[in-house]
Structures are given as C-alpha cells and as structure tokens.
T-cell receptor, first 121, second 112 residues
Framework: GAVVSQHPSRVICKSGTSVKIECRSL??????MFWYRQFPKQSLMLMAT?????????EQGVEKDKFLINHASLTLSTLTVTSAHPEDSSFYIC?????????????????FGPGTRLTVT | DAKTTQPTSMDCAEGRAANLPCNHS???????VYWYRQIHSQGPQYIIH???NNETNEMASLIITEDRKSSTLILPHATLRDTAVYYC?????????????FGAGTILRVKS
C-alpha cells in the first residue's frame, strides 16, 4: 500500500507556456503533500507544503505566483509551472503523508511519487 | 532538525555488505534517524528508521551508537540494483513540521 503517482512522467513544453503536474495518493488519503525540485546531480529541494483545503506554504525563495499549488481533494495535489522558462527545467517530485503508521516513527510517514521530468525549450 | 554528515561516495563489491555511515552529533532525544535512497531518476524510497535501538527489516539494518551521535546503514548483501544515492535524515516524527530536509547523501556504487 501507500502508492503515490505523478502525471505526466515526462513533459516538454515551450518557453512561456504553463505546465500542470498532478500528484495522487492512490490508496490512502493525504491531507498534506510536499513538492520538491531536483536539478541534475543535486539533492532534493523542498519547494512547498500543500495542505488540503488551504493555501500552500512556500519555502523561502520559491515564487508562489510562478509555482501554483492546488490541493483540492485528499488524494490530489497539482503543481502548475506558469510561464515556464528553460531554467525551470528540472525533476519535480511530490510526496504525501499518510497518517497512522504501523510503528513509532512511521506515523505521518512520507511516500514519494516517481517524479516528473520537465524540459522547457 | 539536526544536521547530518555523510561521505560523498562509496564503492561496494556485489554480494558484500555495504556499510554507510552518518554523523548526527547534534541529534536531540526525540529525533528519529531515517534513511531513504534514490535510484537514478526516481522518487526517494524509504528504507528504515530508528530512535535508539538497532533496527532490521527486509531491506537493511540500522545500527545507532549508544550516544546516538552516529549511525550506520547496512545492506547485508549488496546487489547492482542497490546502486543509488542514500540519504540519512534526522527529524522529529510529528504531524507538524514534517518537512524532510535532504542533504547531499552518499552515492553508493555496487560493482560486479
């Protein structure tokens, strides 16, 4: 159990266009999801925390008007990269928290999606 | 959350045990040690976690020193598919402040 999917897995778009990436928890409900970005040969960087039914919380330096996050249901969060530019090309990964884990420390454990490779030309 | 320090990279022969160290000297009493790994172009995968006792599951063992200032992840019989970046993360296991801060991790290369 605890599967998180992302769609699309890869996307190529032209500079200036917008791209939407979906993150779904397939077999559990997630009130909180996270969005990360990873550039080549670098570690994951947290972009924002997505809370169901409320506004996302963005990390310092992440433009909230450029990276729009919507968490409209307990199983779906979307990240829209608006007016994409080549420097936005990256690997975008989401994770979802499932509450009520089986053992101490697994409570509120994060499960990661497979990632979405965005290339802006 | 306490900061962790890991070696940049390690090599391991296929079939041998891979021992990945992590220093977390500023860990506090209620912080757990988590290990994740990321295989190239995939999302991170949970491996194991622990508080102060050693832990073992189907993937790995986690050895935490008595003072909890360091730990070692052990993959008992490494295979080529274990080649990945391994992240050691220390954090409190609560609903609030559940952000995971990923460091650079250790690149483990398993060679035949």
């Amino acid at each position: 159990g605890a599967v998180v999917s992302q769609h699309p897995s890869r996307v190529i778009c032209k500079s200036g266009t917008s791209v939407k990436i979906e993150c779904r928890s397939l077999d559990f409900q997630a009130t909180t999801m996270f969005w990360y970005r990873q550039f080549p040969k670098q570690s994951l960087m947290l972009m924002a925390t997505s809370n169901e039914g409320s506004k996302a919380t963005y990390e310092q330096g992440v433009e909230k008007d450029k990276f729009l996050i919507n968490h409209a249901s307990l199983t779906l969060s979307t990240l829209t990269v608006t007016s994409a530019h080549p420097e936005d090309s990256s690997f975008y990964i989401c994770s979802a928290i499932r509450s009520g884990g089986a053992s101490p420390g697994r409570l509120y454990e994060q499960y990661f999606g497979p990632g979405t490779r965005l290339t802006v030309t | 959350d306490a900061k962790t320090t890991q070696p940049t990279s390690m090599d391991c022969a296929e079939g041998r045990a891979a021992n990945l160290p992590c220093n977390h000297s500023t860990i506090s009493g209620n912080e757990y040690v988590y290990w994740y790994r990321q295989i190239h172009s995939q999302g991170p995968q949970y491996i194991i976690h622990g508080l102060k006792n050693n832990e073992t599951n189907e993937m790995a063992s986690l050895i935490i020193t008595e003072d909890r200032k360091s730990s070692t992840l052990i993959l008992p019989h490494a295979t080529l598919r274990d080649t990945a970046v391994y992240y050691c993360i220390v954090r409190v296991a609560t609903m609030y402040g559940n952000k995971l801060v990923f460091g650079a991790g250790t690149i483990l290369r398993v060679k035949s």
